[in-house]
């Protein structure tokens, strides 16, 4: 190669470089506040110890302990004590490796339920967004109903249809995003219908399909993207009310944050910090995913670009 | 506007009418019936097979979802499983305390958000906003019903300054005249049932206020910030107006118009934090009536709620628009 031609390869590459997409710029502006990066870190810890809680927990957090069940009596539940850095849960497990596994359980209710509410409301969204006409007012009605009830509601009334489960919290509280997934994604769609690279790619005679799939979904993305974060935070408060309220999942013995709250509330005069701890892990956590949303949120929003 | 509310009417009725059908085969979706769901797990073959008689469920179905329109639309919801009560009456008598507690926790909200809120956009990015901003995050990612825990532990276990739940305290023989505590009392001039029935009241409220808080500062602080760039507040500046001139006539009124509508919002998502808050305290409304039918599966109670619960959603988000359609007329052409 002629030392010309690499020099303009290299240029061309520099441009390249040079114009980032909205996306790239988006992300960039986002990790300069100190905000985000706060989320951030609380995020990737939670999903770390999410990851590996399983072999650093002290404990077997599955299996009671005969050195605290034999302690434990209706109105005392054993504190902290040699080898058990919390003590004991109201079953005689050991606390500390509950809380510390929950990270895991926790993580999986929350990631799934948004997941399978990200997929139904695209699914949605997409099609109302990709045919508009009467596909749309019929999808846009649906969603208008899911919309008009309350949300815990919703949940309340999918739950106590299925027997009490882990995946039906997951799929209750799932069904809490659809609607919101779904506007969401129409509206960015039917946005970008009207743009003028949607324009220009009909003129040249592109495929339906290949419009919708290469040029509208790709741009209408963002806000789902940010919508999830904020919404797993939320899907983690929801689960836990689900519990909270009896409808959670019916095997006590997992060890998930929001459960072992919900299953706390009775114990509150005998071990307060049954429900305190897996309540600031609760709050730690859905904080970090708000943080993280909502700063990428305030990137993406063209008025705050600089 | 006569015809803005009229359209926006009308557009409420499909929506609770694919409700009504929805709910009604939410019930048809149980486990083993209607019957079953309605007679409970035990009851015998020969039971269900009456009942299902006494409900026509041999019946085509669209005739039975009529029938059960026509049930619903007279205020008919059936008898709860757990009382034998008519569902209807249950609910009417559970509801002004659900009224109570919303209000409270609605008049709290907005006396201390709007307030918070302008004064954080006033200090923007200096400490107290950032306060302001953390604390409305935190706010939102603390679970209701643990804040209402905290709050009972610290106030009663440990303080015992306030009540630890119920509406008034068993020993106070107040008459019930609107079923609203703290106005029976004002009402009958039973002073003490009134006192007693606001101490009771604070924490719930507290409680089931901090959401609709949070959203309210945040809102008012972003529709200030919004409002303080616009032309006509540089205009009304450089005419002269005094400084509290402009920020009354033209800030703050004109940033209070989004949050008017929040305000809306919110008050009909305050039933799904009244549910909880209703749990932690005892309080013996609609959310506690709610409760106890999840626990028990009382599905015609269920049914019941859940409607009603839509309805008065549907109702609340219809008086939001109207209402904004009466600040800012520009809504009515759209």
Same mark, same amino acid.
């Given at each position: 190669?002629?030392?010309? %031609?690499?020099?303009?390869?290299?240029?061309?590459?520099s441009?390249?470089?040079?114009? *980032?997409s909205l996306?790239m710029?988006?992300?960039r502006?986002?990790?300069?506040?100190p $905000?985000?990066?706060?989320?951030?870190?609380? $995020?990737?810890?939670?999903?770390?110890?999410?990851?590996?809680?399983?072999?650093i927990a002290?404990?077997?957090?599955?299996?009671?302990y005969?050195?605290?069940?034999?302690?434990?009596?209706?109105?005392?539940?054993?504190?902290?004590?040699?080898?058990?850095?919390?003590g %004991?849960d109201?079953?005689g497990?050991? /606390?500390?490796?509950?809380?510390?596994?929950?990270?895991?359980?926790?993580?999986f209710?929350?990631? /799934?339920?948004?997941?399978?509410? $990200?997929? &139904?409301?695209?699914?949605?969204?997409?099609?109302?967004?990709? /045919?508009?006409?009467?596909v749309d007012?019929?999808?846009?009605?649906?969603?208008?109903?899911?919309? %008009?009830?309350?949300?815990?509601?919703?949940a309340?009334?999918?739950a106590?249809?299925l027997?009490g489960?882990?995946?039906?919290?997951?799929?209750a509280?799932?069904?809490? @995003?659809?609607?919101?997934?779904?506007?969401?994604?129409r @509206?960015?769609?039917?946005?970008?219908?009207?743009?003028?690279?949607?324009?220009?790619?009909?003129?040249? @005679?592109?495929?339906?399909?290949?419009?919708?799939?290469?040029?509208m979904?790709?741009?209408s993305?963002?806000?789902?993207?940010?919508?999830?974060?904020?919404?797993?935070?939320?899907?983690? &408060?929801?689960?836990?009310?689900?519990?909270f309220?009896? =409808?959670g999942?019916?095997?006590?013995?997992?060890?998930e944050?929001?459960l072992?709250?919900?299953?706390?509330?009775? =114990?509150?005069?005998?071990?307060?910090?049954?429900? /305190?701890?897996p309540?600031?892990?609760?709050i730690? $956590?859905?904080?970090?995913? *708000?943080? =993280?949303?909502?700063s990428?949120?305030?990137?993406l929003d063209?008025?705050?670009?600089? | 506007?006569?015809?803005f509310?009229?359209?926006?009417?009308?557009?409420?009725?499909?929506?609770?009418?694919?409700?009504?059908i929805l709910?009604f085969?939410?019930?048809?979706?149980?486990?083993?019936?209607?019957?079953?769901?309605?007679?409970?797990?035990k009851?015998?073959?020969?039971?269900?097979?009456?009942? !299902? #008689?006494?409900?026509?469920?041999?019946?085509?179905?669209?005739?039975?979802?009529?029938?059960?329109?026509g049930?619903?639309?007279?205020?008919d919801?059936?008898?709860?499983?757990?009382?034998?009560?008519?569902?209807?009456?249950?609910?009417?008598?559970?509801?002004?305390?659900?009224?109570?507690?919303?209000?409270?926790a609605?008049?709290l #909200?907005?006396? +201390?958000?709007?307030?918070?809120?302008?004064i954080?956009?006033?200090?923007?990015?200096? +400490?107290?906003?950032?306060?302001t901003?953390?604390?409305?995050?935190?706010?939102?990612?603390?679970?209701?019903?643990?804040?209402g825990?905290?709050?009972k532990?610290i106030?009663?276990?440990?303080?015992?300054l306030?009540?630890?739940?119920?509406?008034?305290d068993?020993?106070?023989d107040?008459t019930?005249?609107t079923?609203?505590?703290?106005?029976?009392?004002l009402?009958?001039?039973?002073?003490d049932?009134?006192?007693?029935?606001?101490?009771?009241?604070?924490?719930?409220?507290?409680?089931?206020?901090?959401?609709? +808080?949070?959203?309210?500062?945040?809102?008012?602080?972003?529709?200030?910030?919004?409002?303080?760039?616009e032309?006509f507040?540089?205009?009304?500046?450089?005419?002269?107006?005094t400084?509290?001139?402009?920020?009354?006539?033209?800030?703050?009124?004109? #940033?209070l118009?989004?949050?008017s509508?929040?305000?809306?919002?919110q008050?009909g998502?305050?039933?799904?934090?009244?549910?909880?808050?209703?749990?932690?305290?005892a309080w013996?409304?609609?959310g506690?009536?709610l409760?106890?039918?999840?626990?028990?599966?009382?599905?015609?109670?269920?049914?019941?709620?859940?409607?009603?619960?839509a309805?008065?959603?549907?109702?609340? !988000?219809?008086?939001?628009?109207i209402?904004?359609?009466?600040i800012?007329?520009r809504?009515?052409?759209?």
């Amino acid at each position: 190669m002629s030392i010309l %031609s690499t020099r303009k390869a290299d240029k061309i590459d520099s441009l390249a470089e040079g114009g *980032t997409s909205l996306a790239m710029d988006a992300l960039r502006r986002t990790f300069r506040s100190p $905000v985000a990066i706060l989320g951030l870190v609380i $995020v990737g810890l939670f999903v770390i110890l999410a990851i590996i809680s399983p072999f650093i927990a002290p404990k077997d957090p599955y299996r009671p302990y005969p050195e605290l069940q034999s302690e434990l009596t209706p109105s005392n539940i054993p504190g902290p004590m040699p080898g058990f850095l919390l003590g %004991s849960d109201q079953n005689g497990y050991d /606390f500390f490796s509950r809380l510390l596994v929950g990270a895991q359980q926790t993580l999986f209710v929350g990631v /799934f339920a948004t997941l399978i509410g $990200v997929t &139904i409301g695209m699914i949605i969204g997409g099609l109302a967004g990709a /045919f508009g006409g009467w596909v749309d007012s019929l999808l846009m009605r649906l969603t208008d109903i899911m919309l %008009s009830l309350p949300s815990l509601l919703l949940a309340i009334s999918i739950a106590a249809l299925l027997p009490g489960s882990q995946w039906t919290v997951i799929i209750a509280v799932a069904m809490i @995003g659809v609607p919101v997934f779904a506007r969401l994604l129409r @509206g960015a769609m039917i946005a970008q219908r009207s743009s003028d690279h949607v324009l220009a790619a009909t003129a040249l @005679g592109v495929k339906r399909k290949t419009i919708v799939f290469r040029h509208m979904l790709p741009n209408s993305i963002g806000p789902v993207i940010v919508q999830a974060t904020l919404t797993l935070a939320t899907a983690i &408060i929801d689960a836990a009310a689900l519990s909270f309220l009896g =409808l959670g999942d019916s095997d006590w013995r997992r060890a998930e944050w929001g459960l072992m709250l919900g299953n706390a509330q009775e =114990l509150l005069s005998v071990k307060p910090s049954l429900a /305190f701890f897996p309540a600031i892990a609760i709050i730690i $956590v859905a904080l970090g995913f *708000t943080l =993280l949303g909502e700063s990428m949120r305030e990137s993406l929003d063209p008025k705050n670009r600089r | 506007m006569l015809r803005f509310t009229v359209r926006r009417l009308l557009q409420a009725v499909p929506t609770l009418f694919v409700l009504s059908i929805l709910v009604f085969a939410w019930l048809r979706m149980l486990p083993g019936g209607p019957a079953t769901a309605l007679l409970g797990d035990k009851a015998t073959p020969e039971r269900v097979a009456a009942m !299902n #008689a006494v409900l026509g469920l041999d019946d085509p179905i669209f005739v039975q979802y009529f029938r059960f329109l026509g049930r619903v639309l007279t205020g008919d919801f059936g008898s709860s499983l757990i009382t034998g009560d008519p569902v209807m009456e249950e609910v009417s008598w559970a509801f002004p305390a659900t009224l109570e507690l919303s209000a409270a926790a609605m008049f709290l #909200a907005v006396l +201390f958000g709007i307030p918070m809120g302008y004064i954080a956009a006033r200090f923007r990015g200096r +400490f107290l906003d950032n306060a302001t901003v953390v604390t409305t995050l935190v706010g939102v990612a603390v679970p209701v019903f643990f804040l209402g825990f905290l709050l009972k532990y610290i106030f009663t276990q440990e303080m015992s300054l306030l009540p630890p739940s119920g509406r008034q305290d068993v020993l106070i023989d107040a008459t019930r005249i609107t079923g609203i505590a703290t106005l029976d009392g004002l009402l009958t001039g039973e002073f003490d049932a009134t006192w007693d029935a606001m101490l009771h009241l604070i924490l719930p409220s507290v409680a089931l206020a901090s959401i609709p +808080f949070a959203v309210i500062v945040r809102i008012t602080r972003a529709s200030v910030l919004d409002v303080q760039g616009e032309d006509f507040v540089r205009t009304a500046n450089s005419k002269g107006l005094t400084t509290q001139i402009v920020r009354k006539r033209h800030v703050l009124r004109n #940033a209070l118009l989004p949050v008017s509508t929040t305000i809306g919002l919110q008050t009909g998502l305050l039933m799904s934090g009244a549910v909880l808050t209703e749990k932690v305290f005892a309080w013996g409304g609609l959310g506690t009536l709610l409760e106890q039918a999840i626990q028990q599966r009382d599905y015609p109670r269920l049914q019941g709620l859940i409607l009603l619960f839509a309805t008065v959603f549907v109702l609340v !988000n219809l008086l939001v628009d109207i209402s904004y359609a009466i600040i800012d007329p520009r809504v009515r052409v759209r």
